[in-house]
């Protein structure tokens, strides 16, 4: 979570002590977090990766903090929003990932995702809903996918959850529009974390920007909406080299 130059900035960066996308929302935070601090604001770490999470708190500035979160915790989202104290940002970014196709996946697995996902995110929103309010000027930002743009084989759960969220968010900066509160998404394609660290080049080869975004960039995509994108709300930003525009063609000299 974020806050102003005094207050209070909650990032969500959980998932579950499975290790599933543990790189990846740990270095998301490292380099928004970061931001934030370096401007003053003070950051609220929220995860259930407990040293982990602390460990991230330290590094970042003596303005930031950890708070235990489960996102799929009601009381837990309250505790965290808590101790952001004056709240003016809210990150979601907490994620797991399973891979089966629709014919194989149990319906455990298909639950867990969207339990952490998509009922997470819903959760944070509401809890964060009364701070951001008195803040008067709120920010809420969605971590989200190009999974949300398109289809991908063998991770409808994932996908299902990236399309809920896209629709989610825009309803929340209808609703929360009346308090001042701006809800965007961020969508990234590849992404080079140790997540995607069995992705080779060739998955990047044909796109206009042909390499993986590093999650340095898409915190700072994070930090300018954040900050600076005082008019959008109900927008995504994607943040995938060009990947979901279409593949480059060499065509023939003529």
Same mark, same amino acid.
Not at 86 to 107: C, D, F, K, W
Not at 122 to 136: D, E, K, N, V
């Given at each position: 979570m974020v806050g102003n130059r005094t207050d209070g900035v909650a990032h969500d960066g959980a998932g579950h002590s499975d290790g599933t996308g543990d790189g990846r929302r740990a270095r998301h935070r490292r380099g928004g977090g970061a931001d934030f601090c370096e401007v003053g604001m003070s950051v609220v770490v929220a995860d259930v990766l407990d040293t982990e999470g602390e460990q991230l708190a330290k590094e970042l500035a003596q303005q930031a903090r950890f708070v235990h979160l489960d996102v799929r915790s009601a009381e837990d989202w309250a505790?965290?929003?808590?101790?952001?104290?004056?709240?003016?940002?809210?990150?979601?970014?907490?994620?797991?990932?399973?891979?089966?196709? +629709?014919?194989? #996946?149990?319906? #455990?697995?298909?639950?867990?995702?969207?339990?952490?996902?998509?009922?997470?995110?819903?959760?944070?929103?509401?809890?964060?809903? /009364?701070?951001?309010?008195?803040?008067? !000027?709120?920010?809420?930002?969605?971590?989200?996918?190009?999974?949300?743009? #398109?289809?991908?084989?063998? +991770?409808? !759960?994932?996908?299902?959850?990236?399309? =809920?969220?896209?629709?989610?968010?825009?309803? !929340? =900066?209808?609703?929360?529009?009346?308090?001042? +509160?701006?809800?965007?998404?961020?969508? /990234?394609? /590849? +992404?080079r974390t140790p997540m995607t660290a069995e992705m080779d080049d060739s998955a990047t080869a044909g796109q206009p920007l042909p390499r993986s975004g590093t999650p340095e960039e898409v915190a700072r995509m994070v930090y300018f909406l954040v900050t600076q994108a005082t008019y959008s709300t109900g927008c995504e930003f994607v943040i995938d080299g060009g990947a979901i525009t279409g593949s480059v063609v060499d065509l023939p000299s003529q």
């Open positions: 505790n965290a929003v808590a101790a952001a104290g004056p709240l003016t940002a809210l990150v979601n970014n907490a994620g797991v990932l399973t891979v089966g196709s +629709i014919e194989t #996946q149990s319906a #455990q697995d298909f639950h867990r995702v969207l339990d952490a996902n998509l009922f997470g995110t819903w959760l944070g929103m509401r809890a964060a809903l /009364p701070a951001l309010r008195r803040s008067g !000027a709120g920010s809420a930002v969605k971590m989200s996918s190009t999974a949300g743009m #398109q289809g991908y084989a063998d +991770i409808g !759960a994932y996908v299902a959850r990236k399309w =809920a969220v896209r629709g989610l968010t825009k309803t !929340a =900066a209808l609703e929360f529009a009346a308090d001042g +509160i701006r809800v965007c998404s961020v969508r /990234p394609g /590849p +992404i």
